[in-house]
C-alpha cells in the first residue's frame, strides 16, 4: 500500500506540475525539450555507483524545483517558475513510475524500493 500511495503521490506532482506550467506563458515547446533533461544525470554512474547516485539524486528531488520555484516567484520570473515546473513534473513522472532516489549501492536501489525484473511488486 505505501508504494501505491508514492506513486500516486508521484501522479499527483506530474499533473499539478504540468498544469502550473500553463500558468507561467511560457512555449510548450520548453517543456518538451526539458522534461528528461534531469535523466542528463544518469551520465554520472560512468564515475561510478556512489557519484552516480549523488548526481541522479542531486537532479530527482522536489528540493531543486522548490528553490527554483521560489526564485522564480522572488524576481517574478515566469521562465524560472516555468523550468521549475517542468523538473518537478520529471520528478513526479519517475516516482509515478516508480523511480525513486537512488542508494550507493546501485543504480536499481532506490527509495521506493528495487526496480527491474527482480523487484517484486514493484
Same mark, same amino acid.
Given at each position: 500500500?505505501?508504494? *501505491?500511495?508514492?506513486? &500516486?503521490?508521484?501522479?499527483?506532482?506530474? =499533473? &499539478?506540475? /504540468?498544469?502550473?506550467?500553463?500558468?507561467?506563458? #511560457?512555449?510548450?515547446? *520548453? @517543456?518538451?525539450?526539458?522534461?528528461? /533533461?534531469?535523466?542528463? /544525470?544518469?551520465? +554520472?554512474?560512468?564515475?561510478?555507483?556512489?557519484?552516480?547516485?549523488?548526481?541522479?539524486?542531486?537532479?530527482?528531488?522536489? &528540493?531543486?524545483?522548490?528553490?527554483?520555484? +521560489?526564485? +522564480?516567484?522572488? &524576481?517574478?520570473?515566469? =521562465?524560472?517558475?516555468?523550468?521549475?515546473?517542468?523538473?518537478?513534473?520529471?520528478?513526479?513522472?519517475?516516482?509515478?513510475?516508480? @523511480?525513486?532516489? !537512488?542508494?550507493?549501492? +546501485?543504480? !536499481?536501489? #532506490?527509495?521506493?524500493?528495487? =526496480?527491474?525484473?527482480?523487484?517484486?511488486?514493484?
Amino acid at each position: 500500500m505505501p508504494r *501505491l500511495l508514492l506513486r &500516486l503521490e508521484g501522479l499527483a506532482l506530474f =499533473i &499539478l506540475a /504540468s498544469w502550473a506550467f500553463a500558468f507561467t506563458g #511560457t512555449s510548450w515547446w *520548453l @517543456y518538451a525539450i526539458l522534461f528528461f /533533461s534531469p535523466d542528463l /544525470s544518469f551520465a +554520472g554512474y560512468l564515475a561510478g555507483p556512489r557519484f552516480g547516485a549523488v548526481a541522479y539524486n542531486a537532479l530527482h528531488s522536489t &528540493l531543486g524545483p522548490a528553490l527554483l520555484a +521560489g526564485l +522564480g516567484l522572488l &524576481l517574478e520570473s515566469p =521562465i524560472l517558475l516555468g523550468i521549475a515546473a517542468v523538473w518537478a513534473a520529471h520528478i513526479g513522472f519517475d516516482r509515478m513510475l516508480g @523511480y525513486g532516489l !537512488k542508494y550507493a549501492s +546501485g543504480f !536499481k536501489d #532506490t527509495h521506493l524500493g528495487r =526496480i527491474g525484473r527482480q523487484a517484486a511488486g514493484a
